[in-house]
C-alpha cells in the first residue's frame, strides 16, 4: 500500500466527519499545493454520497438469473411428446405430468393390452453411453423386484433416441394428497378423535387405515431390503393408495439410479457423493417446491451428504408415519436450509402427535427418527412387527396417557417415555398398587436393564455379560467410583464419602477423609492413599489433599489445586491421578496440566489443554494420560490423549458423537481398552474403545456400547484384574415440593410432578418450568390442565420466566455449540426467539422489570474466562433491543428485578454476597454477606428469599432493615444438589419450593468380556 | 468420484487456519469452493424465481454441511465464511465468464465498461466488472478489497469480516466505505484526473 493512498485515506475519513464550507475549507488547508491529492480525495467522497448501496444487491440473485436461463436451455430439457407417439410398443395417451424423477405419460402397450406408466428419461443421458449401460444394469435389478405393494418396472425402451421406463401404472391417489384431504382441518390432537366414532373433527386418516397403510410401505420396503435395494427419496408423493386401499410404492431405488446418471445439468467433473445420495434434490425437471418436499424426508446422513444405507429408508419411513398421524411434516421449513438444518438439529414437534395414538407407534416413530444412523430402528421389519401388533393385539386401544392402574407402560421407561405422564398421573394410582409400585418398579426397573444388558450383544466386540447391584441404600449417590480391588468408593449425598465390597452389601462411611465437602478423586494403584479435593467458595476449584485409606490424616499437597465441577451428573471431577509407579501425581487446573511428586513438590505445566481439564488416568504402562476436556464456549466435554511429557495431544473420538458430550475414560488393567461414559439424547451410557497396544495391533478405533437405558450408567471403574466395570446407576426423578408453614415440613407441591424452575404468572394462575430429568420447557395452569411444551430440544432452557402481563415467558437457552442466550417465547406456544439476535457474548437469568418493557440479565459466571469488567449487568429495551449496563455491576450476575420495580438484587460472580441496587441513587449496596444461592423476591418486593450455597436452609432478608432470618431448613429431605438441578423458588404466596431427590442411583458391578 | 469431506476434516482444518497454517487454508479452499458450487448451482436452478436467495442463506448451507457447527468457536465460523466468500467469488465470476464467453462466442477478453455498472448490460458483464476492480483495489490496499469479498460475496456482518481480519469492526466500516466510494468511481468509469 503506497504513502499517497494511506495519505489519501486519511484525508477521506477526516473530511467525512465534515460537512459543507467546514469540509471545504479543511480540504483546502490539508491539500494545500496538491490538487491531485484533493481531486482524488474530492471524487472519492462525491462517489461516497453515490455509492449508497450499489453493493446491496445480493450477487447470488443477480447470478440466479443466468444460472435460471442455462437451466431452460435445450440441452437439458425433455422433449414433450404428442398424444400417439410410440415408443417401442408403447402408444402414448396421456400426460401424467412431470414428476421428480421426470415427464411421466400414461401409454397402452399394445402387445398385452394394458395402460402403463412411461417415465421418459432426460435426453441428454440418453446420449451417454457409459452411465447408460449402468442405468439398465441396475434397471435390471428394480425390474426384479416382485412385491404387491412395488409398483414393478417393466422395462427400459427405446425409440427415435428418447429412452423410457416402463411401469405399472397405479390408479389412486397419493399418500401426500391424502394427508392433504385433512387440510382446514386442525391437526388431530388431544382428545379421543382416533377412537371416538362421535368425534366432530374427522381425522385425515382413521386409525386402522393409517396402520394398513403404514403396514404395506413396511412390507413393501422389509421385501426391497432383503434383496438390496435401498428406496431413498421414500415420501408421501411416492406412496399410491388404490381405491382397494392397496399400497404402491413408487420410484423404488430410482433415486440412485437417476442420480448416478448425472442426471444434474451443472454436476461437472466435480460431482460428489452428495448428489448420489440427495435424491430429487439432483434432479432435473423439478416443479417448484419438490427439493423442500424431498429434503423434509432425508435423514441426517443423506442431509450432510454422507454414504447411505437402508436406514435413510426407516428414518423416511417415520417421517411418514409421523405425517400420517399429524398432518404435518416432520421437519419443515421455509428453505432448503432451513428444512435441512432441522434435519440435522431439531426433533420433531412430538406434541402434535395425537395423545390417543397408540403408545407403540409413537415409540415406534421415535425409534425411526433417531439422528444417529447407529442407534436408529435397525430393521423395517420391526416396524413392520410393531404394527402387526398394534393392529391386531389390544395395544391397538392404548394411548400415551396411562389410565387408571397403567402406570407401567408396555415399553422399557427409557428417556423415549420420560416426561410423558400428565400432571397428578401418580397420585390417580390406587393407594394399594402405590404402595407396591416403588418396588414393583423397582424390580422391573432392574429385570429390563439386565434384559437390555444382555440384549446387546454385538458378536467378536467388548460386551456385557451379568450384572450385579452392589448397593441398596437408596440414597444419592454420585461420582466418582474408586476401586482398590476389594471395595469401591464413591461419594453418597450431601458430601460424604462412602464404600461397599466389590461382592455388594452394606454400604460404610469413609471415615478417613474428614474434609468438610470433600471429594474423592483418585486412589493410588497401592491402594493406600486416596486424592481428594474440597468443594469451595471458588466453585471451580479445589484445594488438592491426599488422605490414606484407613488410618491418619489428610495431607494438603503443596498449594496445588485442582479443578472441580458439580455440574451435571454426567460428571466426575478426578482432576487428579497418580501415576502407576506411584512417583507423580498429574493434575488439572483450569486449561493446564501438570505433573507434581506425590508430596506436591515439584509441581510443572506440562502442557496447555483446549480446554478445562478433567477425569485425568494414565495408562497402566505410565506412557500416556487419558482426560476429559471441557470445551466451556461450546460446553462440550470429548475424551483426549497426550503423552506424559505433554505431546502428542489428540481428540479420542473426534466427530463420533455429534454435540460431543464424553467423559471419564478409564484405561483397562491390560490396557487394551478405555472405557468411557457418553451422553446422547440426555442418556448415559459406557462404551469401550480398543487401544493400539502394539507396533502391528490395528485398533479398530469404534466403539462399542456396553450399557443401553433405561439407566444411565456413568463413572466406570474397572476391577484390578479388568473382569468387572463398576458404574454409578442412575435413573433421575424429582419430586416439586413446598414448605407449609403451618406444619413446618414440606409437602407435594403441583401433584408433586417431576419438575423444576417453577414460576408463576403474576395472577398465580399459571406455571411455566421445566421437566425434570429431560428439561423440557413447558407451562401450564397450575392444576395441571393445558399444559404446553414451549422448546424443544436442542434447545434447552433454563430459569423460565413469567413476563408481568402473562404472555410472555424470557429464560435461559442453550443450543449445542452455542453459548448460553436469552429466549423468549409466547405463553401460547411458538418459536422461541433470541433476545440479542447477534449478540455472541453469553446471556443468563433474564428477569423481567415491573412493567415488561425491559428485561436485565447477566453474564454466565462460571463459563467463559472473560474479564471480570465484561461481566457486567445488562438491560435489554424491548421495543428498541437497546441494551444499557447497569453501572458497578462487574463481576455480578442472576439479577433479580424488584416486583416494585426499584430495586435489583444480584449475587456476586462466588455467589458470597447478596447486593442490592437502587435506580433511584444508583447504587450498590451489599445486602448480605454468605452462600447464596437462586434469590427470588417475595410479592410485595419486601423481602429477598434465598437458599444458602450448602442448600441446608432457606433464608430470607427483609429490606426496609438487612434482617436475616431462616425460615425452613432442609434437613430431612434430599434435594437434587447437581448442578442448575439444584434450584429452589418461590410459590405464589411466597413460600419456598424446592425438587427433592427420589433418584434411583446405586452401584452396579458389570460382568464383561472383551476380546 | 472426489470423497466427501467430513465435517470433522473440515473443522480441524478450519482450526489449523486459525491457528496460522497456510497449508490448511490451501486444503480447504478447494472444498469449499466444490460445496458451495454445488448447493449454489443447485438452489440457483431449481427454487421458485420470485425467492431471494440470500447469500447468507448459502454460505449457512455450506455451513452446517461441512463443519461441525460443535466443534468450532465462533471465531472459526467468521473465517470459514471468509473462505466461503472468497470461493463464492471466485464461483460466480467463473460462471459469468463462461456465460460471457458463450454469448461472445468464446472470446475471453475482459469487458470494459463504459456506461458503468448501473447501465450495464447484463449481470454477468457488471459482475466481472466488479471483479476487476476488485482486482485493482487489491493491488492498491488488499485488506479493503478483501473486506468488500467478505460483506458483498459472502454477506459477513462488520463484526465477522472484522474477526476474520483480525481487526476492529470500527476499521471495517471505514474500509467498507472508502473501498465503496473507490469501487463506484471506478466502476463509472470516471477518474478524477480524466
Known amino acids: 500500500m503506497n504513502e499517497r493512498w494511506q ?124 452411465p447408460m449401460a449402468r442405468f439398465e444394469r441396475e434397471a435390471q435389478v428394480l425390474a426384479s423386484l416382485n412385491h404387491p405393494n412395488i409398483a414393478a418396472i417393466y422395462g427400459l425402451e427405446e425409440s427415435n433416441g428418447i429412452r423410457a421406463l416402463a411401469m405399472e401404472l397405479v390408479e389412486g391417489a397419493t399418500l401426500g394428497e391424502r394427508i392433504a384431504l385433512a387440510e382446514g382441518h386442525p391437526p388431530p390432537a388431544r382428545s379421543g378423535e382416533f377412537t371416538s366414532p362421535h368425534g366432530g373433527v374427522k381425522p385425515p386418516l382413521q386409525l386402522g387405515e393409517l396402520l394398513s397403510i403404514a403396514r404395506q410401505i413396511a412390507e413393501a420396503l422389509e421385501y ?113 436450509s432451513d428444512v435441512l438444518a432441522a434435519v440435522i438439529t431439531k426433533e420433531p414437534d412430538w406434541n402434535a402427535l395425537p395423545t390417543t395414538a397408540p403408545l407403540s407407534i409413537q415409540k415406534l416413530i421415535r425409534r425411526c427418527l433417531v439422528k444417529d444412523a447407529k442407534q436408529r430402528l435397525r430393521d423395517i421389519g420391526e416396524a413392520r412387527i410393531t404394527i402387526e401388533e398394534t393392529l391386531t393385539g389390544d395395544a391397538g386401544e392404548r394411548s400415551a396417557l396411562p389410565r387408571e392402574g397403567e402406570a407401567l407402560p408396555d415399553l422399557p421407561a427409557g428417556p423415549l417415555s420420560q416426561g410423558e405422564g400428565g400432571p397428578g398421573e401418580r397420585d390417580r394410582v390406587r393407594a394399594p398398587l402405590r404402595r407396591a409400585l416403588p418396588w414393583l418398579a423397582a424390580a422391573l426397573l432392574v429385570l429390563l436393564v439386565a434384559r437390555l444388558f444382555w440384549m446387546f450383544r454385538p458378536s467378536s466386540s467388548a460386551q456385557v455379560t451379568g450384572m450385579v447391584q452392589l448397593t441398596d ?15 469401591v468408593y464413591f461419594g453418597e449425598a450431601p458430601w460424604d464419602k462412602a464404600q461397599v465390597s466389590v461382592n455388594g452389601g452394606e454400604v460404610a462411611p469413609v471415615t478417613s477423609v474428614p474434609l468438610p465437602q470433600g471429594l474423592l478423586l483418585d486412589i493410588s494403584p497401592d491402594g493406600s492413599q486416596f486424592l481428594a479435593t474440597q468443594a469451595t467458595k471458588l466453585a471451580d476449584r479445589g484445594p488438592l489433599w491426599s488422605a490414606p485409606v484407613l488410618a491418619g490424616s489428610p495431607r494438603r499437597l503443596g498449594g496445588l489445586m485442582v479443578n472441580i465441577t458439580t455440574q451435571s451428573l454426567a460428571w466426575s471431577t478426578q482432576a487428579a491421578a497418580w501415576s502407576p509407579d506411584m512417583q507423580r501425581i498429574a493434575f488439572a487446573r483450569g486449561n493446564e496440566l501438570y505433573t507434581a511428586r506425590p508430596d506436591g513438590t515439584g509441581a510443572k505445566k506440562i502442557m496447555t489443554l483446549p480446554g478445562v481439564g478433567f477425569a485425568v488416568h494414565w495408562s497402566p504402562g505410565g506412557m500416556l494420560l487419558e482426560l476429559t476436556v471441557q470445551d466451556t464456549k461450546t460446553n462440550t466435554d470429548s475424551l483426549w490423549q497426550v503423552r506424559a511429557d505433554g505431546t502428542n495431544l489428540h481428540p479420542l473420538l473426534p466427530g463420533w458423537n455429534g454435540a460431543s458430550e464424553e467423559c471419564c475414560g478409564v484405561w483397562t488393567p491390560d490396557g487394551k481398552y478405555v472405557v468411557f461414559q457418553a451422553t446422547r439424547d440426555g442418556l448415559t451410557s459406557l462404551w469401550a474403545l480398543p487401544q493400539k497396544t502394539g507396533l502391528f495391533s490395528r485398533a479398530s478405533r469404534q466403539p462399542t456400547q456396553l450399557t443401553t437405558g433405561p439407566m444411565n450408567t456413568l463413572s466406570p471403574v474397572i476391577s484390578r484384574d479388568g473382569k468387572k466395570i463398576f458404574t454409578l446407576g442412575i435413573q433421575p426423578r424429582g419430586k416439586l415440593v413446598r414448605y407449609d408453614a403451618r406444619s413446618k415440613s414440606f409437602v407435594p407441591y403441583l401433584g408433586g410432578e417431576s419438575i423444576y424452575c417453577a414460576d408463576f404468572s403474576k395472577d398465580g394462575q399459571w406455571v411455566t418450568f421445566l421437566s425434570y430429568p429431560r428439561g423440557d420447557l413447558m407451562r401450564s395452569k397450575i392444576d395441571g390442565s393445558q399444559k404446553l411444551q414451549l422448546a424443544y430440544p436442542p434447545l434447552q432452557s433454563y430459569l423460565p420466566r413469567w413476563s408481568p402481563d402473562g404472555k410472555q415467558i424470557a429464560f435461559s437457552g442453550l443450543k449445542t455449540g452455542e453459548a448460553w442466550k436469552v429466549y423468549i417465547v409466547a405463553a401460547d406456544g411458538g418459536e422461541p426467539e433470541r433476545l440479542l439476535p447477534q449478540d455472541t457474548a453469553e446471556e443468563i437469568d433474564p428477569s423481567w422489570s415491573t412493567d415488561g418493557k425491559r428485561l436485565v440479565f447477566s453474564k454466565n459466571p462460571f463459563t467463559e474466562l472473560a474479564p471480570e469488567r465484561e461481566r457486567e449487568l445488562e438491560i435489554v429495551d424491548l421495543k428498541t433491543r437497546q441494551v444499557t449496563k447497569v453501572p458497578g455491576s462487574e463481576g455480578l450476575f442472576s439479577a433479580r428485578w424488584s416486583p416494585d420495580g426499584r430495586y435489583l438484587a444480584a449475587m456476586t460472580r462466588d455467589s458470597t454476597r447478596l447486593m442490592l441496587y437502587d435506580f433511584s441513587s444508583r447504587l450498590w449496596q451489599d445486602l448480605v454477606k454468605m452462600g447464596i444461592g437462586y434469590p427470588n423476591w417475595s410479592r410485595d418486593s419486601k423481602y429477598l428469599y434465598f437458599n444458602d450455597f450448602k442448600n441446608t436452609a432457606f433464608y430470607r432478608v427483609r429490606i426496609s432493615d438487612r434482617k436475616l432470618e431462616q425460615i425452613a431448613s432442609f434437613m430431612g429431605i434430599t434435594s437434587v444438589r447437581e448442578g442448575f438441578d439444584a434450584w429452589t423458588g418461590l410459590a405464589p404466596d411466597d413460600a419456598p419450593t424446592v425438587m427433592i431427590d427420589t433418584s434411583i442411583a446405586e452401584i452396579y458391578a458389570l460382568d464383561w468380556t472383551a476380546p | 468420484m472426489q470423497r466427501v469431506p467430513s465435517a470433522q476434516e473440515v473443522t480441524l482444518l478450519l482450526r489449523a487456519w486459525g491457528d496460522g497454517s497456510k497449508e490448511a487454508l490451501d486444503r480447504l479452499a478447494p472444498l469449499v469452493y466444490r460445496e458451495l458450487h454445488q448447493i449454489a448451482g443447485r438452489l440457483m436452478a431449481r427454487e421458485r424465481p420470485n425467492h431471494t436467495l440470500q447469500t447468507t442463506a448459502l454460505v449457512n448451507e455450506a455451513y452446517v454441511r461441512l463443519v461441525d457447527a460443535r466443534q468450532v468457536s465462533w471465531q472459526d465460523r467468521a473465517h470459514f465464511f471468509a473462505i466461503c466468500a472468497r470461493a463464492m467469488r471466485q464461483i460466480l465470476v467463473d460462471h459469468a465468464r463462461s456465460r460471457g464467453s458463450v454469448k461472445r462466442g468464446g472470446g475471453e477478453t475482459a469487458i470494459e465498461l463504459e456506461e458503468g455498472l448501473a447501465a450495464a448490460a447484463s449481470p454477468e458483464a457488471s459482475l466481472l466488472a466488479l471483479d476487476e476492480a476488485l482486482q485493482r483495489l487489491e493491488a492498491l490496499d488488499p485488506r479493503k478489497s478483501q473486506v468488500v469479498e467478505m460483506r458483498y460475496f459472502g454477506g459477513l456482518s462488520v463484526e465477522e469480516t472484522a474477526e476474520a481480519l483480525k481487526v476492529s469492526a470500527e476499521t471495517v466500516r471505514r474500509d467498507w466505505k472508502l473501498a465503496q466510494a473507490w469501487l463506484h468511481r471506478e466502476l463509472s468509469g470516471k477518474k478524477p484526473d480524466e
Open chain 1, 7 to 130: 495519505e489519501i485515506e486519511r484525508i477521506y475519513h477526516q473530511a467525512l466527519e465534515l460537512d459543507g464550507s467546514a469540509r471545504a475549507e479543511f480540504l483546502a488547508k490539508t491539500c494545500d499545493g496538491d490538487p491531485g491529492l484533493r481531486a482524488e480525495v474530492e471524487s472519492l467522497l462525491a462517489h461516497e454520497d453515490q455509492a449508497g448501496s450499489f453493493l446491496e444487491t445480493p450477487p447470488v440473485e443477480m447470478a440466479a438469473k443466468a444460472f435460471g436461463k442455462a437451466e431452460r436451455s435445450p440441452a437439458a430439457s425433455t422433449a414433450a411428446l404428442e398424444l400417439g407417439t410410440m415408443i417401442a410398443h408403447y402408444r402414448v395417451t396421456a400426460s401424467l405430468g412431470a414428476g421428480g424423477m421426470g415427464e411421466v405419460y400414461r401409454a397402452r402397450d399394445t402387445k398385452l393390452q394394458r395402460d402403463v406408466a412411461l417415465k421418459i428419461l432426460p435426453q441428454a443421458l440418453a446420449h451417454d453411453a457409459e
Open chain 1, 224 to 336: 426391497a431390503h432383503e434383496r438390496g435395494v435401498i428406496h431413498r427419496d421414500l415420501k408421501p408423493a411416492n406412496v399410491k393408495i388404490t381405491p382397494e386401499g392397496t399400497v404402491k410404492v413408487l420410484d423404488f431405488g430410482l433415486a440412485k439410479v437417476l442420480s448416478g446418471m448425472g442426471v444434474s445439468p451443472l454436476r461437472g467433473q466435480d460431482a460428489h457423493a452428495t448428489d448420489q445420495n440427495s435424491p430429487t434434490l439432483s434432479m432435473t425437471g423439478t416443479e417448484p417446491g419438490m427439493i423442500l418436499g424431498t429434503a423434509a424426508y432425508m435423514s441426517p446422513e443423506q442431509a450432510r451428504g454422507q454414504r447411505v444405507d437402508r436406514r435413510c429408508d426407516i428414518w423416511a419411513f417415520g417421517c411418514v408415519l409421523y405425517e400420517m398421524l399429524s398432518a404435518r411434516k416432520a421437519f419443515d421449513g421455509e428453505t432448503i
Open chain 1, 473 to 487: 441404600d437408596g440414597r444419592v449417590k454420585f461420582p466418582a467410583l474408586l476401586s482398590d480391588g476389594s471395595r
